[in-house]
């Protein structure tokens, strides 16, 4: 089964609106950590926000907001007033704490979603 | 501060020709990651130091090697190359693995195409 699912392969949004990028998990851990990353057309991946499993408040960095639904284990990015600059592959990333032997602490990253920003 | 710094950028290979990828990081991380990045299937975890002096296989380990030869670097050899592993080659590093919250920060990648 997947353990984490971007159901999205591409999304598109106008300038200056919000987006929700979605991403589902699967863990039966108590404890894991959720990440997204960016990654532009350069290439390179980027970190853009963090989400604790314990956490009582959904993180937010700036534009960026997790909508975090511990009970539907869904942790959906919102990226608020998108800018040209936003266009860009993202992943969602999970880390379980007991994910087992040589496993133990790794990133486990879905497919991503493409987001194409429009002026 | 460079962050994760990796060499080459690109690298085109014939079948069967070996090849060293180099990563530092100049962020006085302990742990090391090298994850290969397939076109629709996000990016999976080759191998990774947790500390100075360890290696450990990931998902996807067959094929590859690596060092780690100090704390700043760490490599990734492919011996034999085949076009199987033609792919874009991240490394990462982190603060420390094990906590929840440790965060991966990211080389620019090298894409590597065997013929």
């Known amino acids: 089964a997947q353990k984490i699912t971007q159901t999205q392969p591409g999304m598109f949004v106008q300038e200056k609106e919000a987006v929700t990028l979605d991403c589902t998990y699967d863990?039966?851990?108590?404890?894991?950590?959720l990440f997204w990353y960016k990654q532009p057309s350069s290439g390179e991946m980027i970190f853009l926000i963090y989400q604790g499993s314990y956490d009582q408040q959904n993180a937010t960095e700036g534009r960026y907001s997790l909508n975090f639904q511990k009970a539907r284990k869904s942790a959906n990015l919102v990226i608020s007033a998108s800018q040209l600059g936003d266009s860009a592959m993202y992943f969602c990333a999970m880390r379980e704490i007991n994910a087992g032997g040589t496993s133990y602490g790794k990133l486990t990253f879905g497919q991503g979603t493409i987001l194409t920003v429009h002026p | 501060n460079a962050g994760v710094t990796q060499t080459p950028k690109f690298q085109v290979l014939k079948t069967g020709q070996s090849m060293t990828l180099q990563c530092a990081q100049d962020m006085n991380h302990n742990s090391m990651y090298w994850y290969r990045q397939d076109p629709g299937m996000g990016l999976r975890l080759i191998y990774y130091?947790?500390?100075?002096?360890?290696?450990d296989k990931g998902e996807v380990p067959n094929g590859y090697n690596v060092s780690r030869l100090n704390k700043r670097e760490f490599s990734l050899r492919l011996e034999s190359a085949a076009p199987s592993q033609t792919s874009v080659y991240f490394c990462?590093?982190?603060?420390?693995?094990?906590?929840?919250?440790?965060?991966?920060?990211f080389g620019p990648g090298t894409r590597l195409t065997v013929l």
């Open positions: 863990t039966s851990d108590p404890s894991y950590g």
């Open positions: 130091s947790a500390s100075e002096g360890t290696t």
């Open positions: 990462a590093s982190s603060e420390y693995m094990g906590p929840i919250t440790d965060t991966q920060y």
